[in-house]
């Protein structure tokens, strides 16, 4: 009798099990987008909107750096290998949540380079907003009532983003990290959609 109950307690647990392995089957993002990203980005000119860290030895390539985009890699988070200076290549990681998709893979992108030369950019900033803004995105400056777009376009995206409420005021902290220099970071604050304050 009771190897007839440990044979059923031992089957419920297994069933209990398998489901809990069934739910964490994460599906990879289809060939068919993993193509479309492929056909779109690979070979692509761009220049950096942040630091890339390499996740082997080969170090670090620069903010407004001019690169090539080598491969994208859609296992486990991502990762992009770039060919930068010298004709060496880093393979940044993209430290994407599973599962992949072709929107987050492209939003990422985006976040780490422009595709576009820093003249066109230059151009497109002062009709979008006006000649002291777009200076000081080329220069990559900041300025005290800045907006918010212009401050990413300037800084780039980053690290970190903290939002807090003080008095019904929306504020934002920025913090840039530099793996150079661990214990230096920048940070920029928002309050209201505008530069009010920063830290180099």
């Known amino acids: 009798m009771v190897t007839r109950y440990s044979i059923l307690a031992l089957l419920i647990v297994c069933v209990f099990a398998g489901c809990n392995v069934v739910n964490k089957v994460v599906k990879d993002i289809p060939i ?15 220049w950096t909107r942040a630091l890339l860290i390499d996740i082997g030895p080969e170090g670090v390539i620069d903010r407004d750096t001019k690169v090539k985009l080598v491969t994208l890699d859609m296992h486990w988070t991502g990762s992009v290998t770039v060919r930068g200076p010298n004709r060496r290549n880093i393979t940044h990681a ?30 497109m900033n002062l009709r979008k907003f006006g000649k002291k803004t777009a200076k000081a995105v080329f220069d990559r400056q900041l300025f005290k009532g800045m907006k918010r777009e212009a401050a990413l376009e300037s800084w780039g995206y980053p690290d970190e983003m903290k939002s807090v409420d003080l008095s019904g005021s929306m504020q934002e902290q920025w913090i840039y990290k530099d793996v150079r220099q661990k214990t230096k970071k920048r940070y920029v604050y928002i309050v209201e959609g505008q530069v009010d304050t920063w830290e180099e």
């Open 32 to 46: 068919e987008e993993m193509d479309k990203l492929d056909q779109t980005y690979i070979g692509r000119e761009a």
């Open 94 to 123: 993209l430290n994407l949540e599973r599962p992949l998709t072709m929107t987050a893979v492209e939003e990422k992108l985006n976040k780490l380079f422009f595709f576009t030369n820093p003249e066109y950019r230059y151009r």
